[in-house]
């Protein structure tokens, strides 16, 4: 591991934080801002001669569209991770939902993950696909994947993972599979 080499005793800190950020998200954001700017331009300066009905469908489809991809995509711009001698806390977005906390006492193992991709899960955001388990990815690159007690995968895209895998593999209870290093 890059920080933390085979043989190092350093003791881990007492808390970890990481992050992971998709700068592209902020484009596809602006596309959810001009949907609602279409909506509201159309709701203000309308010329519409077929009726109201049409016009009011156009207008609360354009914002409903703009809303759901401006949130959609800035709830996932980036993701904060936290461990301590209790839990690993996963945080999206700028207001920090979704949010999941997992107790260590439910993880089983810890493992660094080189390259988790969008296209291995799906796309971006948080995601469940039955047979590789639930992730957060908001990017592609490294990654930690924790292996809980009852058999589900959580995985999350994360800045120096390795240190996080170092940090986790120190705080599982000893004598249990996977507390090894």
């Not at 890059?2 to 596309?31: F, M, V, Y």
């Not at 001669?49 to 703009?66: N, R």
């Not at 930690?144 to 994360?158: E, N």
């Not at 940090?167 to 599982?172: C, E, F, M, Q, Y």
């Amino acid at each position: 591991m890059r920080d933390h080499p085979h043989g190092d005793t350093a003791t881990p800190p007492d808390i970890w934080t990481g992050r992971a950020t998709n700068r592209l998200q902020w484009l596809l954001s602006l596309g959810g801002a001009a949907f609602m700017a279409l909506g509201i331009e159309l709701a203000v300066d309308s010329a519409w001669t077929s009726g109201i009905a049409p016009l009011v469908m156009a207008v609360v489809g354009c914002i409903a569209a703009g809303l759901l991809v401006l949130f959609g995509t800035l709830a996932f711009v980036h993701v904060a991770v936290r461990v301590d001698h209790e839990c690993l806390e996963v945080r999206c977005g700028h207001i920090g939902v979704p949010r999941r906390r997992i107790p260590l006492a439910n993880v089983a193992r810890a493992e660094f993950v080189p390259r988790v991709t969008p296209r291995q899960w799906g796309g971006w955001g948080y995601r469940w696909r039955p047979e590789k388990g639930t992730a957060v990815v908001v990017r592609r690159g490294e990654g930690l994947a924790l292996r809980l007690w009852d058999g589900h995968t959580f995985t999350i895209t994360v800045d120096n993972a390795e240190t996080a895998v170092h940090v986790i593999r120190a705080r599982l209870r000893p004598g249990l599979p996977g507390a090894t290093h």
